[in-house]
């Protein structure tokens, strides 16, 4: 004789299925910007990340917490001068030393103006870099430098700039395919 357990009608076996969920990192674009250029380039790839729900940020108010709060910082600087940080990020620049950004992944872009500075061409991003670089930070979106005309680059490590250069005075028609191109290589990163 088998004993039979009695069951209860109308209940099934309850199977769950995995969903497979996908974590997008946070991000923050962080901008300074004197004469709008890098803050147009900064909207322009808050637009092309709108997926992503970007947090869009003046380096001007300088507040610290977009460093903190996100996983992924978008960081937009323009040179001005020889080796100069534009004046907002200048004036952050002693937060940022004191900031804890390990961990953090970080893409760089910069403005510059290759023909009146082609020794000095996008400095400000390679500051950025060798500041961060210290805070043991990740770093995306290098560029070759193939196609572009200038002299010498603070921003370039290993034949590569260590973010994406853009040149809104001498080569403003390229600005936005560069953007839309260096959005797209960051995107496998971000999530």
Do not use: C
């Not at 709008?36 to 092309?48: G, I, P, S, W």
């Not at 390679?126 to 210290?134: R, V």
């Not at 921003?155 to 250069?165: N, S």
Request: charged letters at 30%.
């Amino acid at each position: 004789m088998v004993a039979r357990f009695p069951t209860k009608r109308g209940k099934q076996k309850a199977r769950t299925k995995q969903k497979k969920y996908h974590y997008m990192k946070s991000i923050a674009i962080i901008y300074g910007s004197s004469t709008e250029h890098t803050k147009d380039a900064a909207e322009r790839m808050a637009e092309l990340l709108a997926d992503y729900s970007p947090t869009l940020s003046d380096i001007y108010d300088g507040d610290e917490e977009p460093f903190l709060t996100h996983d992924v910082l978008i960081l937009g600087v323009s040179t001005w001068g020889v080796q100069d940080l534009q004046d907002d990020w200048n004036d952050f620049y002693p937060k940022l030393e004191k900031l804890d950004l390990k961990g953090k992944t970080v893409a760089l872009f910069g403005l510059g103006d290759a023909s009146i500075y082609p020794s000095s061409f996008v400095d400000a991003m390679g500051i950025l870099y060798e500041i961060l670089a210290e805070k043991g930070v990740t770093f995306i979106g290098e560029v070759p430098t193939d196609g572009y005309d200038f002299e010498y680059s603070r921003a370039v490590v290993d034949d590569k700039f260590v973010g994406l250069p853009l040149d809104d005075d001498y080569e403003p028609d390229l600005t936005e395919e560069r953007i839309i191109n260096w959005v797209e290589q960051l995107k496998p990163h971000l999530g």
